[in-house]
């Protein structure tokens, strides 16, 4: 009897090689064999979230659920994106952890400015990495996004990578449809808080070489505005 609904892709930090048999943790065999109803015999694709997939087949889905590895695969490097991203109002971020995953964005970077703190990131951590390894799934990717502690705009900039596309968002930014250069190392978005950045820090990101673009015909929100810029980066790999 076939599965009632295809298994996601599961998210398996410590992957194991082709031939080991692995129990799965209490979540994941809880979705597999009664979400899903899967039965022995059939195949689940796992990550490790660091570029690898595998092919798994379970052997046991009643006395907890055992997959055996069948292949272990590795995905090449694709494009990179990262996100500098001020503090939104409320609980807004939740939303855009998720997002941002899903989209493949490999690394975000909140940052503390003058207009916005995250006076809650330390205590929203957990909930972010689930929400990360949420999006990973949905997208079936193979590379879980990075999560950084808050950072100082200043210290923020010193981070990004030397060879790099950096681009600044606000309203009264040009409009650009630049392509995407194959030597670039990584692209990295910047968005303020949701009070913007003051003008010292604006000041500091444009001789960060970072760029100034729109993203739409309006003030967009924070949360907004680093979603919009992660959408305009997918699509111009796509």
Excluded at 87 to 112: I, Q, S, Y
Excluded at 188 to 205: H, I, K, N, W
Aim: charged share 30%.
């Amino acid at each position: 009897m076939a599965a009632e609904a295809t298994p996601g892709l599961l998210y398996l930090p410590e992957l194991p090689g082709p031939g080991s048999s692995l129990l799965l943790e209490p979540a994941d065999a809880r979705y597999v064999a009664r979400v899903c109803r899967a039965r022995v015999g059939e195949r689940l694709e796992a990550t490790d979230g660091r570029g690898h997939r595998a092919d798994l087949r379970l052997v046991e889905v009643r006395k907890g659920v055992v997959a055996e590895v069948e292949t272990v695969r590795s995905d090449p490097p694709g494009r990179r994106a990262w996100v500098l991203c001020g503090a939104p109002e409320g609980e807004r971020a939740d939303w855009l952890v998720e997002k941002l995953a899903e989209l493949g964005v490999e690394r975000f970077v909140p940052v503390d400015a003058a207009r916005g703190r995250w006076r809650r990131a330390a205590d929203r951590r957990a909930r972010w990495e689930r929400l990360a390894i949420a999006g990973l799934r949905q997208s079936r990717r193979s590379r879980l996004m990075a999560l950084e502690e808050p950072l100082p705009l200043a210290q923020a900039l010193d981070r990004v990578p030397g060879y790099s596309e950096r681009w600044l968002a606000e309203a009264t930014g040009s409009v650009t449809a630049a392509g995407t250069d194959p030597a670039v190392e990584v692209a990295v978005g910047l968005v303020g808080p949701s009070g913007g950045l003051d003008p010292q820090e604006r000041q500091a990101a444009l001789e960060s070489a970072f760029q100034p673009m729109r993203l739409a015909g309006a003030r967009l929100r924070t949360e907004t505005a680093a979603m919009a810029w992660a959408v305009w980066w997918s699509l111009r790999g796509a």
